[in-house]
């Protein structure tokens, strides 16, 4: 947060949509907090929610059944047990981190007739905390992710570990970036997009949309301080 001024959800978006193009899509990750506060957001415009844990997701979902043109977009690790629900209850899963998952979600996805739209969770930089691929793997298993025709995967998605300098944040969104564009030359996929960027967060998103982030996730930025 700017100031150490309590403001409103609508101002916070306010002055969010300002510093950020139209084209950037602002995802208002509202894990934490409650179905009114989603409310308030929905009635300023915004339409894409983010959510990490199932069962809290599914609770606020049913509140919010009289608000049918959200889009919901799921941002944490998918357990395999999970991964039916999440098709049924997410339009956007951004934390694709592992082939095995991939390809569970894949059939589940034909089973449902769901089409998921798919980041892939990659580590641009080492980071032990986090689930995603690092970039060898990553590039090996490209092949294999591309035969996932139900999944639509449209891009990257990456969450930098904590610490970093602002030159060293906008650096690795450049790299997220490159990597995207090196996957997109590589050869003609069959199925796999390499089109949007899904980073930064409410301490950086201005540095990944200068490297050029399409989505940005923002949560604290919008709601204030997660209890
Ligand atoms: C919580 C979370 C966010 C939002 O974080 P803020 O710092 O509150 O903006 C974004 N992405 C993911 C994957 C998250 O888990």
Aim: hydrophobic fraction near 40%; proline fraction near 4%; include cysteine.
């Amino acid at each position: 947060m700017e100031s150490g001024f309590i403001t409103s959800i609508p101002q916070q978006i306010d002055l969010i949509k300002a510093k950020i193009p139209d084209s950037v899509r602002l995802i208002a990750v509202s894990k934490q907090f409650s179905s009114s506060a989603i409310r308030t957001a929905y009635d300023c415009g915004i339409r894409d929610f983010g959510e990490n844990r199932l069962q809290e997701a599914i609770a606020k979902q049913k509140q919010l059944q009289d608000l049918p043109d959200i889009c919901w977009h799921f941002i944490g690790h998918i357990q395999t047990n999970k991964a039916k629900k999440v098709l049924e209850h997410f339009s956007w899963i951004h934390s694709l981190d592992s082939l095995k998952l991939a390809q569970r979600l894949n059939k589940l996805a034909a089973e449902l007739s769901a089409s998921p739209q798919i980041c892939l969770q990659v580590k641009i930089l080492p980071d032990p905390n986090k689930y995603g691929w690092e970039i060898p793997e990553l590039l090996q298993q490209l092949p294999q992710l591309d035969l996932c025709q139900h999944l639509k995967i449209q891009g990257l998605m990456t969450i930098l570990p904590l610490g970093l300098s602002p030159e060293q944040s906008l650096s690795a969104f450049t790299q997220t970036r490159k990597l995207a564009e090196t996957i997109k030359q590589q050869q003609q996929w069959s199925n796999l997009a390499m089109n949007e960027l899904s980073m930064g967060m409410s301490g950086d998103y201005l540095l990944a949309i200068e490297a050029g982030a399409t989505m940005v996730r923002l949560g604290t930025a919008i709601f204030g301080k997660r209890a």
